[in-house]
């Protein structure tokens, strides 16, 4: 893959932050610790988006007949078919 340069400004404390998470042996460079972040947040991101997309669906779905316990034993029947 390919990487591209970036020139970044940041505050003393901030410099200070990623420096100790170097030195505390979770980072190796600063590079690290930025790429660490970003794909933290593009995985968040992705669960946001995924929540918002069920949202939508279940608010575009309309009211439904069931009962709260209908609903409940459906859920807990998927659970149990993907975890078993």
């Given at each position: 893959m390919a990487t591209i340069r970036?020139?970044?400004t940041l505050t003393e404390q901030q410099d200070q932050w990623?420096?100790?998470?170097?030195?505390g042996g979770d980072f190796t460079n600063d590079s690290e610790y930025i790429r660490d972040l970003v794909r933290r947040d593009q995985e968040q991101n992705a669960k946001f988006r995924?929540?918002?997309t069920a949202i939508q669906e279940g608010l575009d779905s309309g009211i439904?007949?069931?009962t709260v316990g209908d609903v409940w034993k459906?859920?807990?029947?998927r659970h149990q078919a993907k975890h078993g």
């Open positions: 970036k020139t970044i990623i420096k100790a998470q170097i030195e995924a929540l918002k439904s007949h069931k459906e859920a807990e029947a």
